[in-house]
């Protein structure tokens, strides 16, 4: 299977901070990267797919990028509403597996 | 609006069974593969399960493979899934999800999660 690792595990930012959330996969997955957002006692919400499109109703502030093994989730100006776990995933091959997630926390 | 709504969760024994259900609505139902994912107290998330549009597909993690069966009774707009011979790693709460066509396993719509919890 097919191993994806984020970084950092945590992070504290201010509002208004530019975010970057990275994410490796143990091998080459192409562009199958998605991203979710959770936040505590609700279901992930889907935010990007195939690395770098954005789902409707997501706000642009929030991009993806990537290819092969190496991933990120920027966002460009943290807003209160962004404060949450991000969990990558690939949908590459084999069963699809999720990263360890990245909480983000107020500074 | 896209709904999914699951029930069935509770507590059960080591070695018991449960039946977790799906209901979908806003959407035709039996055009989409539709997933289970879990995630347990405290940690990040599972895929379980996943079954194809009209039912004649299913795929499983190896972790619940011979114990949960995933099935869908598309006139009813209903996913289900099939708990058996449950150990406490399986203590999570179980969501449905809707995977975004186009052939690869993106869960595009979940639904609120039920709490199934494996205890004596």
């Known amino acids: 299977d097919i191993q994806m690792t984020q970084s950092p595990s945590s992070l504290s930012a201010s509002v208004g901070d530019r975010v970057t959330i990275t994410c490796r996969a143990s091998q080459s997955i192409s562009s199958y990267l998605n991203w979710y957002q959770q936040k505590p006692g609700k279901a992930p919400k889907l935010l990007i797919h195939d690395s770098s499109s954005l789902q409707s109703g997501v706000p642009s502030r929030l991009s993806g990028s990537g290819s092969g093994t190496d991933f990120t989730l920027t966002i460009s100006s943290l807003q209160p509403e962004d404060f949450a776990t991000y969990y990558c995933?690939?949908?590459?091959?084999?069963?699809?597996?999720f990263g360890q997630g990245t909480k983000v926390e107020i500074k | 609006e896209v709904q999914l709504v699951e029930s069935g969760g509770g507590l059960v024994q080591p070695g018991g069974s449960l039946r977790l259900s799906c209901t979908a609505s806003g959407f035709t139902f039996r055009n989409y593969w539709m997933s289970w994912v879990r995630q347990a107290p405290g940690k990040g998330l599972e895929w379980v399960a996943n079954?194809?549009?009209?039912?004649?597909?299913?795929y499983y993690v190896d972790s619940v493979k011979g114990r949960f069966t995933i099935s869908r009774d598309n006139a009813r707009n209903s996913l289900f899934l099939q708990m058996n011979s449950l150990r406490a790693e399986d203590t999570a709460v179980y969501y449905c999800a809707r995977i975004r066509p186009g052939g690869h396993d993106v869960f595009e719509y979940w639904g609120q999660g039920t709490l199934v919890t494996v205890s004596s």
């Open positions: 079954i194809k549009q009209d039912g004649s597909e299913e």
């Open positions: 995933q690939q949908s590459y091959i084999g069963p699809p597996t």
